[in-house]
C-alpha cells in the first residue's frame, strides 16, 4: 500500500474521503505534553534571588551606580532591540595625596588610601626612645644585642613643632577631594 492509498478511504461510490484526524489529534497534544513537562524536568526554576543577592551575584537596575561609567539602555526611551542592557565600564584608582612626612605621625590610626576616615591631628603623641646613658656596673654598656635595652617614653606636643598645622593644613583640602572622588568612583568600580 502507498503513502496515499493509506491516508485516504474509499466509499461505496469508489471516491476517496480523507481519514477523520480527530483520533491522531489527541495523541499529537499528549505527545507535545510528554515533551514539554520533560524539558520543565531538565530546567530548575527560580522563584527568589535570595541566595544570589548575598553573594552579590543579584544587580537591581535600580540600585545602578550613576556616573559617566555606567550606562543602561533602560535608562533611556528611544529603546532598541540590539541595545545592550548594561555597560560599565573600567573606573581606575586613583591614588590619594601624599601625607607630608611631617604631618604623618600626628595623624591618629590613619590610613591614607581610605576614603572614609577622616584624617585628625592629635594634640600630643608618645615616642619610645632608647635611653642612652643605660650603663651596668663598672661603665660597660648593657648587651643590647640580649633584649636589655630599657626604653623611656617621650611626649610630644604639637604645639612644639609649628611646622606641622600649615601642611596639615594645605594637605587636608586635597586628601577630601580626593575621598569624595574616591567614594563616588568605589561603586562602579565594585560593580565592574
Do not use: C
Not at 10 to 28: C, Y
Not at 48 to 56: F, I, P, R, V, W
Not at 108 to 128: A, Q
Amino acid at each position: 500500500m502507498d503513502y496515499l492509498s493509506s491516508s485516504h478511504e474509499r466509499n461505496s461510490a469508489g471516491v476517496t474521503d480523507p481519514i477523520d484526524p480527530t483520533p491522531f489529534l489527541g495523541a499529537a497534544k499528549d505527545l507535545f505534553q510528554f515533551f514539554r513537562e520533560n524539558v520543565k524536568l531538565r530546567i530548575k526554576e527560580f522563584t527568589s534571588t535570595d541566595q544570589y543577592e548575598s553573594t552579590g551575584r543579584v544587580i537591581w537596575l535600580a540600585d545602578l551606580p550613576q556616573g559617566p561609567a555606567v550606562h543602561s539602555a533602560l535608562q533611556r526611551d528611544d529603546l532598541t532591540y540590539d541595545d545592550e542592557v548594561l555597560v560599565v565600564e573600567r573606573v581606575d584608582r586613583i591614588d590619594p595625596p601624599e601625607v607630608p612626612r611631617n604631618v604623618g605621625p600626628w595623624l591618629y590610626n590613619f590610613s591614607p588610601r581610605n576614603p572614609d576616615m577622616s584624617p585628625e591631628l592629635l594634640p600630643k603623641r608618645e615616642v619610645l626612645v632608647a635611653d642612652p646613658g643605660d650603663e651596668q656596673a663598672g661603665g660597660e654598656k648593657a648587651d643590647r644585642s640580649a633584649g636589655d635595652l630599657r626604653t623611656l617614653v617621650d611626649v610630644l606636643r604639637l604645639s612644639d613643632f609649628p611646622d606641622v598645622e600649615p601642611a596639615y593644613d594645605k594637605w587636608r583640602p586635597q586628601w577630601s577631594e580626593w575621598a569624595a572622588e574616591e567614594r563616588r568612583r568605589r561603586p562602579v568600580r565594585d560593580l565592574y
